[in-house]
């Protein structure tokens, strides 16, 4: 059971929009800042967002990333075949001195 | 480019030793901790521990504390992580990234996120 529970999967069609959820506590995601990672088939996992909303560079502005209280939210928009992958929320946990992450959702374009 | 470069893969027998690396390019390899990610098969992401180079300070998950030992080499920019008695149960892909910030100062407003990651080190133990 995962620190940090999101959705196992979620799909949509080309073009449309999707959100995926991470849900935490007072711990980590209402105490520290939400960072989103996607990991391809195969490959490693790779930063999406980090500091709850902003994007690295190279990172196109169809992701997004909000957090509220003890949950975040990964939003894709325009969605591309390329975007088929895990994504995983990532965050810290004072309690625990320990980094934690979601479970992962596998996202199926259709 | 930042870049972190790990081990190949390795397989091993229940109750073997191994050390597999991850060695770090493109930025001052001393000042940022560097972690690992344990990943089973089919599985999601599991923050192991981190190490911070410069005096091999060391936090470990309480999941992974005894389990495994991370350690350091700075002069050649390179992180370890070992077992000392392996089990069918370690088999997994294990991961090597760096962290963004230092942990002894996350008590809260954390901005802790991980880039880059090595491509991975697949750990099999089969007798």
Request: proline residues 6%.
């Amino acid at each position: 059971q995962s620190v940090l529970p999101q959705p196992p999967s979620v799909s949509a069609a080309p073009g449309q929009r999707v959100t995926i959820s991470c849900s935490g506590s007072s711990s980590n995601i209402g105490k520290n800042y939400v960072s989103w990672y996607q990991q391809l088939p195969g490959t490693a996992p790779k930063l999406l967002i980090y500091e709850n909303n902003k994007r690295p560079s190279g990172i196109p502005d169809r992701f997004s990333g909000s957090k509220s209280g003890t949950s975040a939210t990964l939003g894709i928009t325009g969605l591309q075949t390329g975007d088929e992958a895990d994504y995983y929320c990532g965050t810290w946990d004072s309690s625990l001195s320990a980094g934690v992450f979601g479970g992962g959702t596998k996202l199926t374009v259709l | 480019e930042v870049q972190l470069a790990q081990s190949g893969a390795e397989v091993k027998k229940p109750g073997e030793s191994l050390k597999i690396s991850c060695k770090g390019s493109g930025y001052t390899f001393a000042n940022y901790w560097i972690g690992w990610v344990r990943q089973m098969p089919g599985k999601g992401l599991e923050w192991m521990g981190v190490i911070y180079p410069i005096d091999s300070d060391t936090r470990y998950s309480p999941s992974f504390q005894g389990q495994v030992t991370i350690s350091v080499d700075k002069s050649i920019s390179t992180a370890y992580l070992q077992w000392s008695s392996l089990k069918a149960s370690d088999s997994a892909m294990y991961y090597c990234t760096r962290h963004s910030v230092d942990p002894r100062y996350c008590s809260s407003n954390c901005y802790m996120w991980y880039d880059p990651w090595g491509q991975g080190t697949l750990v099999t133990v089969s007798s």
